[in-house]
């Protein structure tokens, strides 16, 4: 009697296992029909550091490939202005489009308990999108779903919300009204304005005088085709500001219009932190670093892990002498985003304003080991300047300037 029990208990599991079997097979099968919808609770306490890194474009077609940086860039906006969040600013998962890396190394490198990814796929007017959440820890799925949308302003971002909110969840986040409110705004109503927008944030991201153009242009167009879209007004006159510093910093008229259209913005949008940072970084070419300060607060306060207000403000304390409020500024902004050379780099040129010799030194080696190679800037850089006869600074100056003919050299 105990043998046939036996038997028959085992049946019933190889029944079971093979019925699993069938079952999966099945879904592998017609996997493109069916939605994906994996959703775990592993009880583990808040995982509030997350890396969204930028989806890969699997439509065929480079041109497609500001949809997925866009679709990237605006999840990360969204959830960068959650309360009690901390996720990755886009410049910090840049270095890693394009190049094969595991999830544990994203994790270690930007020292985050989970990692976004996903795909995105154009077929004619509609979107087909993959997106999984990853615990960098066990290397399991936290979620993962498959979405179709239409590329139409609601679809789009009711799917930017959608993927937001999972991860505000996924951090045992309980979102309150105002962060609901965050989560679902639309900044324009123009599916085409939309799509301009983002070809220019695609091209201002290039960090290029070319793409800096490009961005004008389509910035011109999406405000265009929407006078009311004010994070694009923003955008045009960060792109103006850019082209004043970096290709003609003695015309005025550039600083003006950036002047202009971020006021425009702000006139639409009196919180939008883009904007503020964006004035903040025209009263700093103009010399106007109180001004620039109160910018940079204003863009932390909606934003409070945004990176270019962290450093834009950590220089305005510095050049107004306020340097241990540039160091704890500066600070903040490492402990966010790690491994972001520049911020080391400032780190060194606020000990080298406060004249600490061997901390500055310190800091300009870190910014070296994680790739900072910008010797045009060290070489006119007046934050430097109470280095300049010492002799530890000019030994590595030798070496940045070797590293630099290095790149050169290999990019020719």
Not at 240 to 263: C, G, M
Not at 321 to 346: N, R, T, V, W
């Amino acid at each position: 009697m105990k043998i046939k029990t036996v038997r028959f208990i085992v049946s019933v599991l190889v029944g079971l296992i093979l019925l699993t079997l069938s079952y999966f097979w099945i879904k592998t099968r017609h996997r493109e029909e069916e939605p994906i919808r994996v959703t775990f609770d592993f009880g583990q306490p808040q995982k509030n550091r997350i890396a969204v890194l930028f989806f890969n474009n699997m439509s065929g077609s480079p041109d497609d490939e500001y949809l997925s940086d866009g679709l990237t860039e605006d999840i990360i906006t969204r959830l960068a202005k959650i309360d009690g969040l901390n996720v990755m600013s886009a410049t910090d998962v840049q270095r890693f489009k394009g190049r094969p890396i595991t999830i544990k190394e994203v994790g270690k490198a930007l020292n985050v308990d989970a990692v976004m990814e996903g795909s995105v796929r154009k077929v004619g007017e509609t979107l087909l999108v993959t997106a999984q959440l990853i615990d960098v820890a066990t290397g399991l799925h936290i979620w993962a779903e498959r979405y179709e949308r239409k590329i139409a302003v609601e679809d789009i971002f009711g799917l930017q919300n959608e993927l937001a909110t999972k991860i505000a969840q996924a951090a045992h986040l309980n979102l309150n009204q105002s962060a609901k409110e965050t989560l679902t705004q639309r900044p324009t109503v123009s599916t085409e304005a939309y799509e301009v927008y983002l070809r220019g944030k695609f091209y201002h991201l290039q960090m290029t005088v070319e793409g800096n153009w490009m961005a004008i242009e389509m910035f011109q167009k999406a405000i265009e085709l929407d006078p009311n879209f004010a994070i694009a007004y923003a955008g045009l006159g960060d792109a103006y500001a850019n082209h004043y510093h970096r290709v003609e910093p003695r015309d005025r008229f550039w600083l003006d219009q950036a002047s202009t259209q971020i006021k425009k913005a702000l006139e639409m949008d009196p919180s939008l932190p883009e904007a503020h940072k964006a004035l903040g970084h025209c009263y700093s070419n103009l010399g106007e670093h109180e001004k620039a300060a109160e910018e940079y607060q204003k863009a932390l306060a909606v934003k409070p892990n945004y990176m270019e207000a962290q450093i834009g403000l950590g220089e305005a304390y510095c050049i107004l002498g306020k340097y241990d409020e540039a160091l704890h500024q500066l600070e903040e902004a490492l402990d966010h985003h790690p491994e972001f050379s520049y911020i080391y780099y400032m780190m060194g040129c606020v000990y080298s304003m406060k004249k600490e010799r061997d901390q500055a030194l310190s800091w300009f080696g870190k910014a070296f080991e994680r790739g900072f190679r910008n010797v045009e800037l060290m070489a006119r850089d007046s934050f430097l300047d109470p280095l300049r006869d010492d002799s530890g600074f000019k030994n590595l100056m030798k070496k940045f300037h070797l590293e630099h003919k290095k790149r050169e050299a290999k990019a020719v």
